[in-house]
């Protein structure tokens, strides 16, 4: 895993080596198959490109300003695997684009200051070699990238993509009649020369150029062939003003260019008539990444605000993969009584079905427009209930994928719980702000009952397994048993000391868990209305320093409970999780800690360490805190900004910088073998089973559901 979000990646182009640079320039060298990471280097700049040349030997990194080439590590046990070979200083800004030609002579490299240059790679006896410019351009160049002549494989086409829809077609037209010309104007001319022209060697001679035929210069060292000829230009707009285009692509066999733009359209065009294929609207935001296959007749477009993923076939147009996740954080998980199916709650008011063993998404419910909160599956299997902040707790049919019942109270309500007996007959939802239970039935669809009593938010329900009992947790410092069925209201009140903050029973029905807000797990018996175990569980989930921590993460007493509690399948231990990187799992009879899961490393969220270096701090706040990034954003992802769109615990603060890590739900699968955590990383799941991992590298024809 890396230390912080990844920002670039690169693969070799034979597919065994995986090149990532995360957002603190820290470069991992992965083998693919084996998943190991060979060789770790940290760039001095920040990366904004990365391009394995065509026989993945070499690397070019823009590092800033500066084009690095790097010599490829492969599979050599080396002390120092990485070796430099070049630097090129001749970027006035930042670098945006690179691409190698074929033979791995020339780097094309688009520059923020509207400017492409034409490096030649390999050194030059004599005076340092200016690269050619091509410059005309009004906005940042997005893309650049070479075409080549199908008869002689040289390059004799360049094409530059410019961010305000532009795209130059440069045609090379040079022959040896015009660099004669030429040669002859140099040896003439003492002045020193300017980009374009050949280079002299000491003694004064003009160098032999490689001839149009392949054959070799006199001297060891490849001769440059690009740089004496004339370039002619074509321009062309792509029409979809005011939006900016922010990915393209070329694939230089079928000489086709894909371009991606800030509206969600996406245009694919045949060069270099520029014939527009497909124009196509796939989002309604930026689209950050368009990609050809291999073979060119697949297109991948990923669009990072809203999480989605489409790899798209044009010549049949249609969707080989359409996937799309949360694009807020993922509130509630619920398992299948079969543990194939989890769903999935989350802030953007979606609620999505996925196929574990696959990872992928099914069904995506849209209906509610408000946060959902909770999940609840039927035992039929077919049937998924969601509770949402907007007032309504629905039903979706997981058959027909309809929503087949809508539960709503006389006055709006915020929805924060959710539960259903074993026989599906009632269906119980508790409050966030009249701190009332309301029960309906599920056939009818009628308001049964309200039950009233509690003095917070509800924030956990379940029904015991075994019976119609009802159990609540709310912030009122209380758990309460209720007998639906008969309406006796309040059979038990459990009081503690702190706020309760969820309430789950034990599979067998004959024990009930709840934690409260001082970090303690109580463990009552629901029969006999007596305290049987304590788990105190402070220093287990102690979470780090947050940003805006005036203390240290020690002396600190927010984050230290547990929001989320799931027994296993057997009701041996427990897992709980809560505003911290770890879930905790315990012992129950012994009330011992089995084992902590830290749930990421990633140091791009809030609270991953403990101790925070002080060089971040300035007068104004911590760094990170303060708002100096470019509104006008060219390239790559806009920050999310994650308001308080949902709730917070009591007495906890909101984090107004970087999402903070937590774990919002846990579900342990009706089978005991596997465990899910919606955390802020995302959904991640944890097995027994090696077998269980899919490996996207596997993605072929064959996978998809026609190939069986």
């Known amino acids: 895993q890396s230390s912080s979000n990844i920002r670039r990646i690169a693969a070799s182009p034979d597919g065994v080596f995986l090149l990532t640079v995360d957002d603190n320039n820290r470069c991992l060298f992965i083998n693919i198959p084996r998943r190991v990471v060979l060789h770790r280097i940290t760039f001095k700049h920040p990366v904004s490109a990365v391009k394995f040349n065509p026989n993945g030997k070499y690397v070019a990194v823009a590092a800033g300003k500066l084009l690095q080439i790097w010599k490829s590590p492969g599979f050599k046990r080396e002390v120092f695997g990485f070796e430099l070979v070049r630097t090129f200083a001749d970027c006035n800004d930042k670098i945006l684009a690179i691409d190698w030609d074929n033979e ?190 291999d073979l060119g007749n697949w297109l991948t477009f990923g669009c990072a605000e809203l999480g989605q993923l489409l790899v798209w076939e044009w010549r049949s147009e249609s969707y080989i993969l359409k996937q799309q996740g949360h694009y807020f954080d993922v509130n509630t998980l619920a398992y299948s009584p079969d543990s194939q199916l989890l769903a999935t709650g989350a802030d953007d ?140 209201g309040t059979v038990e009140t459990f009081p503690h000391a702190h706020d309760v903050l969820t309430v789950t029973y034990r599979p067998d029905g004959k024990q009930l868990a709840c934690s409260t807000l001082d970090g303690q797990i109580h463990f009552w018996d629901p029969i006999d209305g007596l305290l049987m175990y304590t788990i105190e569980g402070r220093r287990d989930i102690a979470g780090g320093r947050l940003m805006t921590d005036r203390r240290s993460a020690a002396n600190s007493s927010s984050g230290k409970c547990f929001t989320s509690l799931c027994y296993s399948a057997d009701g041996s231990y427990i897992l709980a999780g809560g505003s911290s990187r770890f879930i905790c799992m315990y012992d129950v009879a012994d009330q011992v800690l089995l084992r902590r899961f830290q749930i990421t490393h990633n140091l791009s969220l809030d609270g991953v360490l403990d101790f925070l270096n002080s060089k971040n701090m300035t007068a104004a706040g911590p760094l990170d805190l303060i708002d100096d990034d470019n509104s006008d954003t060219e390239e790559g992802i806009d920050k999310q900004t994650r308001g308080n769109m949902g709730y917070n615990l009591p007495g906890s603060m909101p984090n107004h910088g970087r999402p903070v890590v937590r774990t919002k739900c846990l579900k342990i699968a009706p089978t005991g073998r596997s465990f899910s955590a919606a955390t802020t990383e995302g959904v991640l799941v944890y097995s027994i089973d090696e077998s269980f991992i899919f490996d996207p590298t596997d993605l072929d024809i064959d996978v998809t559901p026609e190939g069986h």
Not at 205 to 221: A, L, M, T, Y
Not at 261 to 266: L, P, T
Not at 382 to 405: I, K, Q
Not at 459 to 467: E, I, Y
């Open 349 to 488: 008011n979606k609620v999505k079905v996925w196929t574990v063993s696959s990872g992928f998404c099914f069904v995506t419910f849209t209906e509610h427009t408000n946060a959902v909160t909770a999940l609840h599956f039927m035992a039929n299997n077919h049937c998924l209930l969601s509770a949402s902040l907007d007032g309504t707790v629905r039903a979706w049919d997981l058959l027909r994928y309809r929503n087949f019942r809508t539960f709503t109270t006389p006055s709006s309500r915020q929805f924060v719980s959710l539960a259903a007996d074993q026989s599906g007959e009632v269906i119980c939802a508790g409050t966030l702000d009249s701190f009332e239970i309301f029960v309906w039935s599920m056939k009818t669809g009628r308001l049964l009952d309200v039950l009233s009593g509690h003095e917070g938010p509800v924030h956990g329900l379940m029904f015991s397994p075994t019976n119609a009992i009802l159990a609540s947790s709310s912030w009122d410092k209380t758990v309460r048993l209720w007998d639906v069925f008969e309406g006796k």
């Open 104 to 293: 791995s002579k020339y780097l094309i490299v688009g520059t923020k200051d509207l400017t492409v240059r034409l490096f030649f790679v390999d050194k030059v006896k004599g005076s340092y070699k200016k690269p050619f410019s091509f410059l005309g351009h009004k906005d940042s160049v997005v893309g650049c990238f070479f075409g080549v002549d199908k008869k002689s494989n040289r390059v004799n086409k360049v094409y530059t993509i410019a961010r305000d829809g532009f795209i130059f077609s440069w045609s090379y037209s040079g022959n040896d009649a015009k660099i004669n010309d030429f040669r002859d104007e140099v040896l003439e001319d003492d002045e020193p020369p300017s980009p374009g022209t050949p280079e002299k060697d000491g003694e004064g001679i003009v160098k032999k150029r490689k001839d149009f035929d392949g054959k070799e210069s006199g001297f060891g060292e490849d001769e440059d062939y690009l740089s004496g000829g004339p370039w002619e230009l074509t321009k062309h707009c792509f029409m979809q003003a005011p939006a900016k285009l922010t990915a393209c692509d070329y694939h230089r066999g079928l000489d086709l260019v894909v371009v991606g733009f800030s509206n969600g359209v996406f245009g694919l065009y045949q060069m270099p008539d520029f014939v527009c294929i497909h124009l196509l609207s796939i989002s309604r935001e930026k689209i950050t990444t368009a990609v050809f296959n």
